[in-house]
């Protein structure tokens, strides 16, 4: 079992930026590929980018390219999301997940999710 817990969303302006956290416990973390996904109200789960277990970032979503960046410290069992120059459009639920398969492109490859932290930007 692997445990995630997501933290530091909240509220922010148009423009502003902020790093989501996901801190994971049990398994041996590096043995894990880890995606971040987030849901709008009313909208289905999408894929924001990812990264394989070696760290190198293998999807960018269309809609953050060039804004938002993903990090993995083996070290700290955590995964970072780095949001600059946040859009009211990137209002939703964000969600860390890890995936032990070595193709991970789909929402069913993950095994394992977080809770979700709530990402608010305000126009």
């Known amino acids: 079992q692997v445990q995630l817990v997501e933290s530091g969303g909240g509220l922010v302006q148009a423009g502003g930026s902020l790093r989501l956290s996901c801190a994971a416990s049990?398994?041996?973390?590096?043995?894990?590929?880890m995606g971040w996904f987030r849901q709008a109200p009313g909208k289905e789960r999408e894929s924001v980018i990812r990264i394989n277990r070696n760290s190198i970032i293998t999807y960018v979503a269309a809609s953050v390219k060039g804004r938002f960046t993903i990090s993995k410290d083996n070290a700290k069992s955590t995964v970072y999301l780095q949001m600059n120059n946040l859009k009211p459009e990137d209002t939703a639920v964000y969600y860390c997940a890890a995936s032990s398969r070595v193709v991970f492109g789909s929402i069913r490859d993950y095994d394992y999710w977080g809770q979700g932290t709530q990402v608010t930007v305000s126009s």
């Open positions: 049990g398994r041996t973390f590096s043995n894990y590929a």
